[in-house]
């Protein structure tokens, strides 16, 4: 099936978070909560690697990127989202802009405050790249805004979802991208924090002047790792493995997604743990599905970070769906089923 013939589902979604300091009003309040109380995260589900090993999750690392809630934090606000997540035993949050939307506003003070007393990190957030308006909310357009505005929620990481497409495709284009983020992040690093880029799939394509070389290894090369880090996107480089192995010649040109980690752990302290049903008849390869209800093996990934000498503590992940059926039971059944992993004895 030709990707043109139907909505791409990944373009919309770059395109969706391009409004970051905007949440797209949802469904009406009583809509939202009819679809029945949620219960606290369980340690025990009908799936999940189960057995005596050690929990898979390390204790306080489980985050939400907060787009899969945004019809929720449109409608309700942050607050009655903020007391489901600390109920389902969430630890972090990533923000995805800091509106509510129609639920009115709210001062950085404030939801920084409103986080902390339900048990929530603030952990990181997710900011446009760059704009063609000159007043954008952008690192290219306000970097000094942007900075100023994680600095006073008390962030660790900020980043972007927007991918290194600034130039072009070509080599060259991706190097002067980051150029790009080495100036972000030794801007972030001065402020104590750390820049970071979450993927998508086409990071993983090859330069069109160069089609022998993938794209995301010039980022990887050409970025200095102690300005630059990565938030793998595990469900969007699953696509790109499904996608890109291989070239545009038809060669062959296979890659392990959890071998860019292993081999260069310390520079990717965020993840996205986002699940997916394989679909080789899907131009993508899998449908995007709520955590546990997929085929990407996350006893297996997870355990083979977190067992990394000094690694066990060092990595925060973040559950995400694109589109959720319904996001607040996303967010219950993802942490169910991430809390239920066991390491095997």
């Known amino acids: 099936m030709s990707r043109f013939s139907q909505p791409d589902p990944e373009l919309t979604h770059r395109l969706s978070r391009r409004g970051m300091l905007g949440v797209a009003a949802g469904a009406t309040a009583a809509a939202l909560l009819g679809a029945g109380a949620p219960a606290t995260a369980a340690t025990g589900t009908a799936s999940g690697t189960k057995g005596r090993g050690r929990p898979v999750l390390p204790p306080g690392r489980l985050g939400i990127q907060l787009y899969s809630l945004r019809d929720k934090v449109s409608t309700l606000g942050f607050g009655p989202v903020f007391a489901e997540l600390e109920r389902y035993g969430y630890d972090e949050v990533e923000f995805a802009g800091y509106t509510q939307g129609s639920a009115g506003p709210i001062t950085l003070a404030q939801l920084k405050r409103l986080a902390r007393n339900h048990g929530l990190n603030p952990i990181g957030s997710h900011v446009g790249y760059y704009s063609n308006d000159p007043a954008a909310y952008t690192f290219a357009q306000n970097l000094t805004k942007v900075l100023d505005d994680a600095q006073a929620l008390g962030l660790k990481h900020i980043g972007t979802a927007s991918g290194p497409f600034r130039y072009g495709s070509t080599v060259d284009a991706w190097k002067r991208a980051a150029e790009d983020f080495n100036t972000y992040g030794a801007a972030a690093k001065a402020r104590g924090m750390k820049f970071y880029q979450h993927n998508h799939s086409e990071e993983f394509s090859f330069a069109t002047d160069n089609p022998k070389v993938r794209l995301y290894d010039i980022l990887l090369k050409e970025t200095d790792p102690d300005l630059v880090y990565l938030e793998m996107d595990i469900y969007w480089a699953y696509v790109g493995q499904f996608r890109f192995s291989k070239r545009p010649d038809g060669k062959p040109a296979p890659f ?90």
């Open 256 to 345: 392990e997604p959890l071998n860019y980690v292993l081999k260069r752990p310390d520079r990717y302290p965020l993840f996205h743990v986002k699940d997916g049903e394989s679909d080789p008849s899907n131009p993508y390869g899998y449908n995007m599905t709520d955590v546990g209800d997929g085929d990407i093996d996350y006893q297996r990934f997870i355990s083979a970070v977190t067992r990394l000498r000094g690694h066990r503590m060092a990595h925060h992940w973040q559950a995400e769906h694109d589109n959720p059926a319904e996001s607040f039971t996303f967010a219950r059944r993802s942490s169910a089923h991430l809390h239920s992993l066991r390491e095997k004895c």
